[in-house]
Nanobody
Framework: QVQLVESGGGLVQPGGSLRLSCAAS????????MGWYRQAPGKQRELVAA???????NYADSVKGRFTISRDDAKKIVYLQMNSLRPEDTAVYYC???????????????WGQGTQVTVSS
């Protein structure tokens, strides 16, 4: 079984910062791409940032220059550092990871349960 568990969400004032973490655990052979998505009330889930095994990064235009994605493969954790937060960043943030559970298994996309980020004064 593979699990992704997010942490670090909460309430922050506009202009503030938060760092989200997502830890993968279970029967993991390798982790390929990892990413963060978010879903605001009444809106579709959207990509926030993604990072490949080779450390190539991709960001939504709305967060470029404010958010930074990184990963620690030894700890099997992906991070999202969020600075200069805005009320429109309010959403549930989900991590995902493309994981192989053995040398012979197909890769599968796993999702975390989500963590709430609220930006409000």
């Amino acid at each position: 079984q593979v699990q992704l568990v997010e942490s670090g969400g909460g309430l922050v004032q506009p202009g503030g910062s938060l760092r989200l973490s997502c830890a993968a655990s279970g029967s993991i052979f390798s982790i390929n791409d990892m990413g963060w998505y978010r879903q605001a009330p009444g809106k579709q889930r959207e990509l926030v940032a993604a990072i490949t095994w080779g450390r190539s990064r991709n960001y939504a235009d709305s967060v470029k220059g404010r958010f930074t994605i990184s990963r620690d493969d030894a700890k099997k954790i992906v991070y999202l550092q969020m600075n200069s937060l805005r009320p429109e960043d309010t959403a549930v943030y989900y991590c995902n990871a493309d994981i192989s559970t053995s040398r012979w298994a197909n890769r599968k996309l796993y999702w975390g349960q989500g963590t709430q980020v609220t930006v409000s004064s």
